[in-house]
């Protein structure tokens, strides 16, 4: 599975941003698609995780009510919606995949596989 994650940039505080990762490859609904973020000197956190194949979804506490993670599994496409941004929110965030029947999401980096390439989001005071 390859995945490849698009639409970081730059924004103010209280704005809003949307990435989108396109998966590729040996795709199925037996994975769980997760939205993890790392910050300079921090440990890499998860963001929010969707099961393909029932739709549940889990968040971190730091975005729960801010931000929305959703799929199209017509277009093989997973998406954050991102809203009320703060500076915290400043990371790299990483589109990744977890190999799983499960129908709950997992919440640690160690339970997934697959990893596209980052994409930067920085927010702005």
């Known amino acids: 599975v390859q995945l490849q994650a698009f639409g970081g940039g730059l924004v103010q505080a209280g704005g809003s941003l949307r990435l989108s990762c396109a998966a590729s490859g040996r795709t199925s609904s037996n994975y769980v698609m997760g939205w993890f973020r790392q910050a300079p000197g921090k440990e890499r956190e998860i963001v929010a995780a969707?099961?393909?194949?029932?739709?549940?979804?889990y968040y971190g506490d730091p975005v729960k009510g801010r931000f929305a993670i959703s799929r199209d599994n017509t277009e093989n496409a997973v998406f954050l919606q991102m809203n009320s941004l703060k500076p915290e929110d400043t990371a790299v965030y990483y589109c990744?995949?977890?190999?799983?029947?499960?129908?709950?999401?997992?919440?640690?980096?160690?339970?997934?596989?697959?990893w596209g390439q980052g994409t930067l989001v920085t927010v702005s005071s």
């Open positions: 990744a995949a977890d190999r799983t029947s499960s129908l709950y999401p997992r919440d640690h980096a160690r339970f997934y596989t697959y």
């Open positions: 969707i099961s393909w194949r029932s739709g549940n979804t």
